[in-house]
DNA sequence: GTCTATATTGTGATAGAC
DNA sequence: GTCTATCACAATATAGAC
């Protein structure tokens, strides 16, 4: 049984997810995690013994939001193309909640690439099966076909990026109105969609 | 006339970029700097007043081979579709050339926004002229149309996104083998072109 | 121009009272 | 559990000799 999580405890979680995910590891500061939390520095080192302790409970949690269980959706009865209309959905919708998490999850991936190491197991990814599964249906429904390594990459990729690069695409594409990049999202997920199937030719 | 830049003063400046670019300007210490150039702290201060200045000598170079000029081959007399191939090899010779490039630049234009404003400036890039020189280009071909943002922020995030999320895709979808990963990426100037002319429907 | 030494401030972490 | 005070060391920056 899982212990319960003291009330402290959530708020200092809180607060360093907000200072973490703003400003990544190394910009963050105990004191402003603290700060934010409305306690002070010797209570965070209370509740988790060093920084890299706390950032952990933050980057596991944010992980595993950023890479959702598309498995279920790859191995299940649909057509291919509703498959695919799902998996981008659902990076769509993740991602219009959580806008700051790819720069954040993309920073840290980087300054720690072993981390990466073992974050698939107990979460129902098997890149292999998906592999040979969407290799089946996109070969059947086209001759000489995308692989399927590509299709997925052009997914999360299309999905993904504007929220990366967005500071970019807000002073190059869309002069730093806020709306207007709304609105690109909203057209997206049928864009996506649409770019997607017909790369398919179906 | 511009100075004659000394001989230490590029000698610091690779030095600063190699570190910069792998660590991020907050993972990034002055005195890992002098290391990698092989002379002392002091000296770095002696060519660079700060910290601050001797990083935005490199990013601005760095900005600027992030964000090749295109505007020339939009403007030109060539058909749409050798347009786009052109506008994709551009980029992603650009990014095999500098794999390093893409989660440097997006870390710190997430970590400080504002630096876009007037990145335009004396670089031929109008937005503005490319969507309306493209909008006529692509609806001139097929009926209801792709718009010119969601056209190049496509193409963009494709060729981008691999080099960005590639510890994460080494690790769930190349098994930590670095030679998958050149050929996938070998092989996506061809895939990207596919997919965006079929998303034309020429 | 280049160095050693040092000042100064920032930052993670701990001691100990309450 | 929570706080104040403080330690220990890391990091930017400068002074001053050569």
Known sequence: ???????????????????FIRKGYDGSRMQEIAD?????KALLHYYFRNKDTLFDAIFLEAFASFIPNIGITI???IPINEKLKTII??????LTANPFLPPFILQEINR???RIVGELQGRGLNPELFKKVLYSEIGAKS???IKPEHLMINIVSMCIFPFAAKPILMGFVFNHDEEKFNNF???????IYEVIVKSLEI
């Open 75 to 77: 191995m299940s009865n």
């Open 112 to 114: 720690n690439p072993q």
């Open 185 to 191: 999202i909203n057209e997206r997920k049928q864009v």
């Open 36 to 40: 934010e939390a409305g306690i002070n």
């Open 89 to 94: 959905d659902t990076y769509i919708d993740m």
């Open 143 to 145: 001759g000489k076909s």
């Open 1 to 19: 049984m899982k212990e319960e999580r003291s009330k402290t405890e959530s708020i200092i979680l809180n607060a360093a997810k907000k200072v």
